[in-house]
């Protein structure tokens, strides 16, 4: 339930009715608002009675909410959560790119494609340094040392950076080094991470896992919301399906579906969805298509040398044309 107070409602008012919905065992969540304060209830089961809350003082109006998800969801808040990086705002109307590897290799590789990411016109560079891999005996990654990388290359260039958290064990490193956390698809359900990823400060880039509903990864969000971080940027990046021309299917239509539920961010990955580089940048330019916040894109300077996914990693000079084509196609999208 979202109880919702008048315009002119005091501190003393929102206070006290928040103070009522803990009397009953529940959690108050307040959500200022532009024009007045809603305040919403959790960890509630089953229906709220309203009139418990509608006589208080202050209080307009209360509005059940019918999904399961609520921190995430537009019934509890309307308008589009923007996020900021410095310059850069990921939601509302603006179209993110963020491009990199896979995988950071070595200084050189990072700071040569990070150089090429910047020249090409994208917001945020991209690369783990903790390499999630289907075969125990791949590369797994540089740890700590890559993250470092990651940072210079954000000095270099002004670029944040975006790569992913593995585990617990490795979450407070990662956390120290990125603008944004990000939860890989192997992860999405992985509900002590995304705990963890809910007491952070930084920005959480939420994957879809490579099975799951639209229901599910929204719920996903919500355990990160539930601990108090409102920063979550949701990707798609493509699910399990029987074909064998691509590595995934795209699911485009999650886009529209999501804008629609939730006030979230959320971007698309058309890089791990299709798996082939001659699939990506048709792919990238229906996700502008449809509204996607951003894109996600694995850039490779010298891909047949890459030690992950160098055969869907664009090439420089096709990153550049990716940026400008579907900055122009966002921008007739809405
Ligand atoms: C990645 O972005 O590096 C990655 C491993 O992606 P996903 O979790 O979508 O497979
Ligand atoms: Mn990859």
Redesign the pocket.
Known sequence: MLIVMSRDATEEQISDVIRTVESYGFKARPIPGGERTSIGVLFNQGAVDESLFLTLPGVKQTIAVTKPYKLVSREFHPEDTLIRIGDVVIGGDSLVIMGGP??VESEEQVMTIARHVKAAGGDILRG?AFKPRTSPYAFHGMGEEGLKILAKAREAYGLPIVTEVMDLDCFDMVEAYADIVQIGTRNMQNFSLLRRAGESKKPVLLKRGMSATVDEWLMAAEYIMTEGNTEVILCERGVRTFVRHSRNTLDLSAVPVVRRESHLPVIVDP??AAGYRDQVMPLARAAAAVSAHGLMI?VHHAPETAK??GG?SLLPGQFEILCRQVRGIFDLSR
Do not use: F, I, L
């Open positions: 896979c995988a783990g890089s791990h694995e992950c996914d869907q």
